[in-house]
């Protein structure tokens, strides 16, 4: 390579172009593929850098085709409310649906004796937050939010009492529960000083899943 410079400040190969391409015009016979140096470059070109462009007949180099942009891809989103183990029971005109009951705990002791709680399938969460499955609201004796938690198991057909996030205790028929444990017809549940009693409605009679079949 001969590498000459213009008077202008371009480089350019003394080999190939009897004078300066970017000044004279001139180009290798036919045209061809030139490297060109970055200072010559557009962009945002480093140091280092070097471009090979197609230099046509007439002398002027043809730059390199931009990049299509690429869209991105969008985020998959999952909004839909998870729909129970019964479904749901649409209800009557202007009424909502609801989820089959599966059974109650009805209040035998506290400030709200004699009040009955439905139950669902899964989990049913207990305290004295108006947003819990169980809202034991104004017993300050009660964890506002999991105190408890009775489960039904639809596939057994059971009930299940385990402790909640709250660190009180909570008893079944004056036993402490640590861990899981069944309960049945008529169990009474101690938390604080309210006491709720289990009135099954699903159970080795009764099962919602068979009487939709």
């Known amino acids: 390579?001969?590498?000459?410079?213009?008077?202008?400040?371009?480089?350019?190969?003394?080999?190939?172009?009897?004078?300066?391409?970017?000044?004279?015009?001139?180009?290798?016979?036919?045209?061809?593929?030139?490297?060109?140096?970055?200072?010559?470059?557009?962009?945002?070109?480093?140091?280092?850098?070097?471009?090979?462009?197609?230099?046509?007949?007439?002398?002027?180099?043809?730059?390199?085709?931009?990049?299509?942009?690429?869209?991105?891809?969008?985020?998959?989103?999952?909004?839909?409310?998870?729909?129970?183990?019964?479904?749901?029971?649409?209800?009557?005109?202007?009424?909502?649906?609801?989820?089959?009951?599966?059974?109650?705990?009805?209040?035998?002791?506290?400030?709200?004796?004699?009040?009955?709680?439905?139950?669902?399938?899964?989990?049913?969460?207990?305290?004295r937050s108006p947003n819990m499955d169980v809202a034991l609201e104004g017993e300050t004796s009660v964890s506002r939010e999991g105190h408890a938690i009775v489960a039904y198991e639809p596939h057994q057909s059971i009930f299940i009492a385990q402790p909640g996030s709250a660190s009180e205790l909570f008893y079944l028929n004056g036993n402490v529960v640590l861990s899981a444990v069944q309960i049945k017809r008529n169990d009474r549940l101690q938390l604080g000083d309210v006491e709720l009693m289990l009135i099954p409605c699903c159970d080795e009679n009764f099962k919602w899943e068979k009487k939709a079949e």
């Not at 200072?39 to 230099?55: L, P």
């Not at 007439?58 to 183990?85: E, L, R, W, Y």
């Open 1 to 127: 390579m001969d590498l000459k410079r213009c008077p202008n400040g371009h480089f350019y190969d003394g080999e190939k172009f009897p004078s300066c391409p970017h000044c004279a015009g001139g180009a290798p016979a036919g045209g061809g593929n030139v490297t060109v140096p970055f200072n010559e470059m557009g962009g945002g070109a480093q140091r280092g850098d070097m471009e090979t462009v197609t230099m046509p007949a007439d002398g002027i180099p043809t730059p390199p085709s931009p990049p299509i942009p690429v869209a991105p891809k969008p985020v998959p989103t999952d909004d839909a409310k998870t729909i129970g183990f019964f479904g749901v029971v649409p209800g009557a005109a202007g009424e909502a649906a609801v989820e089959p009951v599966v059974g109650w705990l009805v209040c035998t002791e506290g400030k709200r004796r004699g009040q009955e709680y439905r139950l669902k399938a899964g989990r049913n969460f207990i305290g």
